[in-house]
């Protein structure tokens, strides 16, 4: 397998190798991200676990934007996206064109499941909100389950990216 460092991803070297990498059925959805700096951080994460594609929705910015790129290393250049009104028109679209798959939300909520307790299946989609105000009720009314990292300091959240990559690197344990 073919790894690139940081120099040859930001000289636009991964789109001779887009292709090579096979994909897993992993889809993520950006409701409402506002930071840039997380948008190209999850596009690293895509591209880390081979996610075949994520979902930009709502305010999230897309690119190209220069702090997305700087961020995302030049991943947004392979990994595959699209832009979307709202995550709850992403995910009727992925519900109509890939069978059987697993809509996840990451979140707090009474009605969450322990991130690690819970049994993952792929294809599987991951919804990750806004910094502020997290996954929209609308879309937390539409997912299959909710996972929630449980946190045991005074914080009571951890940063989006973070959320979703612990997450993330479950669901390719337990897959």
């Given at each position: 397998m073919i790894k690139l460092n940081a120099s040859q991803l930001r000289k636009g070297i991964g789109d001779r190798v887009q292709g090579?990498?096979?994909?897993?059925?992993?889809?993520?959805?950006?409701?409402?991200?506002?930071?840039?700096?997380n948008i190209g951080s999850i596009f690293r994460l895509a591209d880390a676990v081979a996610a075949k594609k994520i979902y930009l929705c709502g305010g999230t910015e897309i690119p190209p934007n220069h702090r997305i790129k700087k961020a995302s290393i030049n991943t947004t250049e392979w990994?595959?996206?699209s832009y979307k009104e709202s995550a709850i028109e992403a995910i009727n679209d992925i519900r109509l064109t890939?069978?059987?798959i697993q809509i996840?939300?990451?979140?707090?909520?009474?009605k969450?499941?322990?991130?690690?307790?819970?049994?993952?299946?792929?294809?599987?989609?991951l919804i990750v909100g806004n910094e502020t105000h997290g996954v929209s009720k609308e879309v937390l009314e539409m997912v299959d389950a909710i996972v929630e990292i449980p946190m045991f300091g005074v914080n009571i959240s951890l940063n989006v990216m973070?959320?979703?990559?612990?997450?993330l690197y479950k669901v390719i344990e337990k897959t």
């Amino acid at each position: 397998m073919i790894k690139l460092n940081a120099s040859q991803l930001r000289k636009g070297i991964g789109d001779r190798v887009q292709g090579i990498v096979k994909k897993q059925e992993i889809y993520i959805v950006l409701d409402n991200v506002l930071d840039t700096y997380n948008i190209g951080s999850i596009f690293r994460l895509a591209d880390a676990v081979a996610a075949k594609k994520i979902y930009l929705c709502g305010g999230t910015e897309i690119p190209p934007n220069h702090r997305i790129k700087k961020a995302s290393i030049n991943t947004t250049e392979w990994v595959e996206w699209s832009y979307k009104e709202s995550a709850i028109e992403a995910i009727n679209d992925i519900r109509l064109t890939i069978n059987d798959i697993q809509i996840v939300a990451i979140e707090q909520s009474t009605k969450s499941v322990q991130y690690d307790k819970f049994d993952y299946k792929l294809p599987i989609c991951l919804i990750v909100g806004n910094e502020t105000h997290g996954v929209s009720k609308e879309v937390l009314e539409m997912v299959d389950a909710i996972v929630e990292i449980p946190m045991f300091g005074v914080n009571i959240s951890l940063n989006v990216m973070v959320s979703l990559g612990i997450v993330l690197y479950k669901v390719i344990e337990k897959t």
